[in-house]
């Protein structure tokens, strides 16, 4: 409910509202002012006004209560009173009651609708088609289908909004409405003209044909409202996709009736058009340039929701045809300085998604001092767009860069100076040439840092990037000045970077090594246990110190124990002569699997090369090649059964290696030679060559085991494989931890493993699909089409095929509109030999649910697009 407004003797407006601390009983005991012989018109409808707020605020009225107020409430309907009766017709619709109860009101609504007042008629009418079940439709129907066509717009609407409520739970009685709908779609009245049409759509909506006819005799000019109007436009421009989609001819036809729109007196209607016209599928610049046009005329008017409409849509249209939109910006550079920020916040992002790289300079300082009059969160969309633009134009890295470095020294939130961390991060790792620049305008930045959070994660990133720089001491200082002038976390932080430093850089070890002995003075635990135990790790206390890759591990990589699971050990430890065992910690979290045992879970180098890494050091693989591709891990047992094993997939060029992630989760075992058999006579073209099996087992430690296949090169091979997890089971004490000598062999059937086409492509997006789509050339296009069957909606279909494919959707095209008929979505991808492959799809379903579908696919080989049409095909 809204909030009210007192105004105040002493102090200026107060405010407040009048349900402020009512309770349900009070009001329930208000209720009886119901049963008074003599009825306060005025007072009945505060009580029923507060009913409501309760209502709907969620609070429940047991059966009784609501039986009791909605008896009090029919007592009403003797009041002449204008104003409590409206409230009436509005609280029982909200109780809602039952059969049995609405008989109690049947016969006043019936006289209601049949009233000389037209305002009781459409309230009637609008109750009882809520209220009431299908058997008392049928006797009202014919008073509701004379309504349709009331001279009262008033009344007509209502029947229209109900008809609509009604289609959804009874629509055989609706659709007898057919002839009485299409007269009030010729009504004057601009709101029975567009509650009419929408509700003639309905009904035929799945009947393309219909919706088609009806379509075409309307656009011929007899729809006067411009909501109508604005409805049509939406009807007409699914028209145009789904016959585009069934390769349809007549398009042109609508096309002609949407421009003509783009005259229209009303400007509701004209933007309507020009916002169809820019997100119809495959439009030409000859079809959008009329659209663009008027978008740009609203970007000078002097209505402020015209221009952000304006702005709006071409900063849509900007993600797809920047270049059809260059001409509007020099209006778009007026509104930088707009007074409404959100116009301006849209002007700025379509003028950094348009501009070219010569005006990138210009742009950024007129940007510079719009930046200190908006709310952050404007500032956030604007921080994204110059990263989107930086890497549109590496070129120009300096400029942006140095841009985001002065913004991140200005006043501002966490979440802004998260998301200009965040935009350096990513041009860093994305545009080599920018790292140095980057790198220092972090360290700056944690000089001033009032974010704890984000000191950490800046120490943290340059503990990985910075030591690969050409001259890596320049950030020594910058880390060292943390210890000394930050919180604890922060100084924490920064000793575990300056130990990254001195395991990579030999050079800064003697220094590194200075500083941490710094540290062991600090007055807190946490560094100087760091210090210590990185002193003692890198050799800088003269012990003897293990492998220069066993400290990289160490210091780069992950900690394979859920610190949740080692937070509790370390509290239920009692100290004893017996260190702390860290291998007593539970490694997975309980209930949970292991998810890709052996491959560390965030390591600065990617899954693929951690996985590259893991399978290069074993010998029977080491030939293979460059790995492909690794999917993610599939479950092949149940949850809570004895043995917990997944599947990983490496798709090499000539072979495929299933990586068998096993835990055993039975305390009083140890399993001995634990191999996964694989039966590949579902997969006639693979050829088992490579067996690594698994010595030992112990209870709730991970580990893997290895079949390699061979495949014919370069070829999609497909198939299904059996697996039998095998061992040999050994009992073990739990008390003592002894393992008996003798064992016995078992075995445990798993879940069935499947190569998939999808395995065989890499999900690699592209920021412009179109220019990408234009750049492959038609050379190797192909273009068939297809039927998907019947499917229980097209989103379901959209994603089946996305997932048969292995692809990645690009602008967001993965998302189908809800009750849309029709839709397309464009995909991207690398095939196996690291070929690029895009994809544009076409859906279109019919009134039985029928999907069909339209497949284009452009490449860099001609047999890569013949095998994707082979893949949707078979």
């Known amino acids: 409910m809204a909030q009210y407004m007192k105004k105040d003797d002493d102090r200026d407006e107060d405010e407040y509202s009048p349900f402020l601390g009512i309770e349900k009983g009070a009001v329930l005991q208000e209720a009886r002012v119901f049963n008074d012989s003599q009825l306060d018109s005025r007072r009945c409808s505060q009580v029923i006004t507060k009913l409501l707020y309760l209502l709907n605020q969620g609070e429940t009225f047991t059966k009784v209560e609501a039986t009791e107020v909605f008896f009090s409430v029919t007592k009403l309907f003797q009041s002449k009173d204008v104003g409590l009766r409206r409230m009436v017709y509005l609280i029982i619709k909200e109780l809602s009651p039952s059969s049995d109860e609405v008989i109690m009101v049947t016969s006043s609504l019936m006289k209601d609708m049949n009233s000389k007042t037209d305002v009781y008629r459409a309230n009637a009418i609008r109750v009882l088609c809520r209220i009431t079940d299908a058997t008392l439709l049928t006797q009202i129907e014919r008073y509701l289908k004379q309504a349709v066509v009331d001279k009262n717009p008033v009344v007509a609407s209502a029947a229209l909004v109900s008809g609509i409520h009604i289609l959804q739970t009874n629509p055989d009685i609706v659709k007898r409405w057919s002839n009485e709908v299409q007269e009030a779609v010729q009504s004057r009245a601009a709101l029975v003209q567009f509650h009419a049409l929408a509700l003639l759509h309905q009904i035929r909506q799945n009947d393309r044909l219909a919706v088609s006819k009806l379509v075409t005799s309307l656009t011929r000019g007899s729809v006067r409202s411009p909501l109508a109007q604005c409805l049509l436009i939406r009807y007409t421009s699914q028209v145009i996709r789904e016959s585009s989609m069934n390769n349809q001819n007549g398009e042109r036809l609508f096309y002609d009736y949407l421009e003509g729109c783009l005259r229209h007196k009303s400007e509701m209607v004209i933007l309507e058009t020009a916002r169809a016209i820019t997100e119809l599928n495959g439009?030409?610049?000859?079809?959008?340039?009329?659209?663009?046009?008027?978008?740009?005329?609203?970007?000078?008017?002097?209505?402020?929701?015209?221009?952000?409409?304006?702005?709006?849509?071409?900063?849509?249209?900007a993600m797809t045809h920047p270049m059809a939109v260059t001409n509007c910006n020099i209006d778009m550079e007026s509104l930088i300085s707009d007074q409404n920020r959100s116009i301006a916040t849209l002007a700025i992002t379509t003028l950094l998604k348009t501009g070219n790289e010569s005006g990138v300079d210009r742009l950024m300082k007129q940007i510079t001092n719009f930046m200190s009059d908006i709310a952050d969160e404007f500032k956030i969309v604007v921080v994204d767009a110059i990263r989107s633009l930086c890497l549109k134009f590496p070129l120009k890295y300096r400029s942006l860069m140095n841009f985001l470095s002065n913004i991140l020294r200005e006043e501002g939130g966490f979440e802004y100076k998260k998301a200009i961390v965040d935009s350096i991060v990513i041009l860093i790792r994305d545009i080599p040439d920018a790292k140095e620049i980057g790198l220092l305008h972090l360290c700056e930045f944690i000089e001033d840092c009032e974010f704890t959070y984000l000191s950490t994660q800046i120490l943290h990133f340059l503990g990985v990037e910075g030591p690969k720089t050409a001259d890596p001491s320049k950030y020594i200082r910058y880390i060292y000045n943390r210890v000394i002038l930050e919180n604890a976390t922060v100084r924490a932080s920064a000793v575990s970077t300056l130990a990254k430093f001195g395991a990579v850089v030999d050079s800064l070890k003697p220094r590194v090594f200075v500083l941490l002995r710094r540290c062991l003075y600090d007055n807190d635990?946490?560094?100087?246990?760091?210090?210590?135990?990185?002193?003692?790790?890198?050799?800088?206390?003269?012990?003897?110190?293990?492998?220069?890759?066993?400290?990289?591990?160490?210091?780069?990589?992950?900690?394979?124990?859920?610190?949740?699971?080692?937070?509790?050990?370390?509290?239920?430890?009692?100290?004893?002569?017996?260190?702390?065992?860290?291998?007593?910690?539970?490694?997975?979290?309980?209930?949970?699997?292991?998810?890709?045992?052996?491959?560390?879970?965030?390591?600065?180098?990617?899954?693929?090369?951690?996985?590259?890494?893991?399978?290069?050091?074993?010998?029977?693989?080491?030939?293979?090649?460059?790995?492909?591709?690794?999917?993610?891990?599939?479950?092949l047992t149940e949850v809570e059964t004895e043995y917990a094993v997944n599947v990983v997939k490496h798709i090499f060029d000539k072979h495929v290696v299933f990586q068998f992630n096993c835990t055993n989760t039975i305390p009083e075992q140890l399993l001995e030679n634990v191999v996964v058999v694989v039966d590949a006579s579902e997969a006639e073209e693979f050829a088992e060559v490579a067996t690594k099996p698994l010595i030992s087992l112990p209870y709730d430690a991970p580990g893997q085991t290895f079949v390699a296949f061979e495949k014919p090169e370069g070829v999609p091979a497909v198939g299904r494989f059996s697996n039998v997890l095998k061992f040999l089971v050994k009992e073990v004490d739990p008390s003592t931890g002894e393992v008996e000598e003798d064992g016995v062999e078992d075995e445990y059937q798993l879940e069935d493993s499947e190569i998939v086409a999808a395995d065989y492509m890499l999900k690699v997006g592209v920021s412009n699909f179109r220019n990408a789509w234009e750049s492959l050339g038609p050379e190797f296009e192909r273009v068939d089409e297809y039927g998907l069957g019947p499917r229980e909606s097209l989103s379901e279909a959209v994603n089946a095929v996305i997932s048969l494919l292995g692809m990645q959707p690009c602008e967001g095209t993965e998302v189908v509109a809800a009750n849309s008929r029709s839709h397309s979505c464009l995909l991207s991808g690398v095939y196996i030999g690291n070929v690029k492959v895009l994809v544009r799809l076409s859906f279109g379903v019919d009134s039985s649910n029928e999907v069909a579908m339209k497949l284009a696919v452009r490449s860099e080989d001609e047999s890569v697009s013949d095998a994707i049409h082979d893949i949707v095909a078979n």
Not at 285 to 309: C, G, H, M, N, Y
Not at 530 to 542: C, E, K, P
Not at 607 to 616: F, G, I, P, W
């Open 525 to 635: 635990d946490e560094v100087r246990d760091r210090a210590t135990l990185y002193l003692n790790t890198l050799g800088g206390d003269g012990s003897v110190v293990e492998t220069d890759k066993d400290v990289k591990d160490f210091l780069f990589g992950s900690l394979d124990i859920p610190l949740v699971n080692l937070e509790t050990s370390l509290k239920n430890y009692e100290p004893t002569e017996e260190p702390f065992d860290i291998n007593s910690v539970e490694r997975n979290p309980a209930g949970n699997r292991p998810t890709a045992l052996g491959v560390p879970a965030a390591a600065p180098v990617s899954t693929v090369d951690a996985y590259e890494d893991l399978l290069s050091s074993i010998p029977e693989f080491s030939t293979f090649g460059n790995l492909f591709k690794s999917s993610a891990p599939v479950e």
């Open 283 to 317: 439009v030409t610049s000859r079809e959008l340039t009329p659209a663009i046009t008027v978008l740009q005329l609203f970007l000078s008017s002097s209505k402020p929701v015209l221009r952000f409409a304006a702005v709006r849509t071409l900063n849509k249209v």
